[in-house]
Nanobody, 116 residues
Framework: QVHVVESGGGLVQAGGSLNLSCVVSENIFSIPAMGWYRQAPGKQREYVARVSWEGQTMYSDSAEGRFTISRDNSKRAVYLQMNNLKPEDTAVYYC??????????WGRGTQVTVSS
């Protein structure tokens, strides 16, 4: 079981940027891939992006071109740089292992609110 703590969310206007951070309880070098997920009000949680331990990245269609995921194994951290934010990006953002998140790993998430 991996424990995570997400941070960096906030309220921004459309077109703004945020950089989310996720600190993991164990050495993430041993974790093949970490990902970011989000859950908007009234919707199911969805995948946003993932990064392998070698640094290879993949994105959902909605994140492609606007978001950048990265990881720092030495700091046990995963980041999500979000640019050109849109109101539809409003959600609670979570990090977890990827590509299949583990139900025991969900943290409290960090709230991102984008105003129009």
């Amino acid at each position: 079981q991996v424990h995570v703590v997400e941070s960096g969310g906030g309220l921004v206007q459309a077109g703004g940027s945020l950089n989310l951070s996720c600190v993991v309880s164990e050495n993430i070098f041993s974790i093949p891939a970490m990902g970011w997920y989000r859950q908007a009000p009234g919707k199911q949680r969805e995948y946003v992006a993932r990064v392998s331990w070698e640094g290879q990245t993949m994105y959902s269609d909605s994140a492609e071109g606007r978001f950048t995921i990265s990881r720092d194994n030495s700091k046990r951290a995963v980041y999500l740089q979000m640019n050109n934010l849109k109101p539809e990006d409003t959600a609670v953002y979570y990090c977890n292992v990827a590509p299949v998140p583990a139900n025991t790993n969900w943290g409290r998430g960090t709230q991102v609110t984008v105003s129009s």
